[in-house]
C-alpha cells in the first residue's frame, strides 16, 4: 500500500525527494510555486533535472502536483476566470516538465451551481487543449462550504462529462471532504454505500488517488478540517477507507496538521496501524 505527504518545495525542487524519503513515502504531492500567490517564475533546469534523477532513483511513484488555492474556473469574474485558466496551464505545463503524470485542482465556487460547472468545463476543456500533453488533471471533491461546487458526487460527474479529453480527467477523493459534506465513513456498511454510489454517479476507473485526513469537524458540517489520522471524527472509520478491496490499489496521501515531521510520521504509523489491524482479524 502506498502512503505519502504533501511535502513542501522551500529550498527549491532539489529539496523534496530526500525529504519525502525522511517521511517514509511512497508517494508524494506537492505545489510547484506558492500556493496562496499569482506570482509564477519558471522552474529552474538545474533543480528539475535534479529532482528527476532523485526520484527516478527512489520508489517514489507516482508524484501529484497541487494547483494553488486562488483558483477559480468556476467564477463569473472574467479576470479570475482567465487567471485561473493560466494558472492551471502552467501546472499542467510544468508538471509534464517535472515528469509529474497529475495535477489536482479543487472545484470552484460559484452562487449559481449550474453555470459554475459550465464554466469549469469550458475553463478545463480551454486549459487542457493549451497545455498539449498528457497530464491527467484530477478535480478534488470539497467539503461544500459556502459556494463550493464538488462536494457532491453528480456534480464532479456533470462536469466530468463536459471534458473532451476523457483520458485527462479524473477525480481525487479527499476523506475530511468527504465527511463534512455529509458522507458518513464511519461504518463499513456506510463506506460501501458510497463508494457504489460514487462507481454509479462518476466510475471508480476516474478515481486515481484518496487524500487520507481525519475530520475536525462533524458529518454533514461542510467545514474543512484537517485532523490527525483516527483521531478526528472519523476516526476508526478511516481503517474501512484504508482496507476497501476497490481502494487498496490507490495512492493514499495525507494532509494532516504538522509543526515538524513528527506529526507525519505519527500520522503514517497510525495509517499503518489500521492497515495491520484489519488483516490480523482476516478481513
Ligand atoms: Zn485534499
Ligand atoms: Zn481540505
Known amino acids: 500500500m502506498k502512503f505519502g505527504f504533501h511535502i513542501s518545495i522551500a529550498g ?25 500567490s499569482w506570482r509564477l517564475k519558471a522552474l529552474d533546469k538545474q533543480n528539475v533535472h535534479d529532482f528527476k534523477m532523485m526520484l527516478k532513483k527512489s520508489d517514489i511513484s507516482p508524484v501529484f502536483v497541487h494547483t494553488p488555492y486562488l483558483l477559480n474556473l468556476a467564477s463569473c469574474d472574467a479576470l ?35 453555470q459554475g460547472i459550465r464554466m469549469m468545463a469550458k475553463g478545463i476543456n480551454t486549459a487542457l487543449n493549451k497545455a498539449q500533453n498528457t497530464v491527467v488533471l484530477l478535480l478534488e471533491n470539497t467539503a461544500g462550504g459556502g459556494n463550493e461546487l464538488g462536494y457532491r458526487f453528480d456534480q464532479l460527474a456533470d462536469i466530468i462529462v463536459r471534458v473532451k479529453q476523457v483520458k485527462r480527467i479524473g477525480v481525487v477523493l479527499d476523506t475530511a471532504h468527504l465527511f463534512a459534506a455529509g458522507y458518513d465513513l464511519r461504518t463499513r456498511t456506510s463506506v ?8 454509479s454517479v462518476v466510475g471508480l476507473d476516474k478515481l ?67 492497515v495491520k489491524k484489519m488483516a490480523t482479524k482476516g478481513s
Not at 479570475?80 to 485542482?105: T, W
Open 192 to 199: 460501501n454505500t458510497i463508494l457504489q454510489e460514487f462507481d
Open 80 to 114: 479570475l476566470f482567465k487567471k485561473s485558466i493560466n494558472a492551471l496551464v502552467a501546472d499542467l505545463q510544468r508538471s509534464n516538465e517535472m515528469g509529474v503524470p497529475y495535477v489536482i485542482m479543487h472545484c470552484g465556487s460559484a452562487e449559481n451551481a449550474a
Open 208 to 274: 486515481h488517488l484518496v487524500h487520507l485526513n481525519d475530520s475536525k469537524t462533524a458529518c454533514g458540517s461542510r467545514s474543512d478540517r484537517h485532523w490527525h489520522i483516527g483521531k478526528g471524527k472519523i476516526g476508526k472509520g478511516l481503517a474501512h477507507v484504508v482496507n476497501h478491496p476497490l481502494l487498496r490499489h490507490l495512492p493514499l496521501i495525507m494532509e494532516t496538521p504538522r509543526k515538524n515531521d513528527k506529526d507525519d510520521l505519527r500520522n503514517l504509523r497510525a495509517a499503518k496501524r489500521f
Open 12 to 36: 527549491g525542487l532539489r529539496t523534496v525527494v530526500p525529504r519525502a524519503k525522511k517521511l517514509k513515502c511512497s508517494t508524494i504531492q506537492l505545489f510547484t510555486r506558492s500556493p496562496r
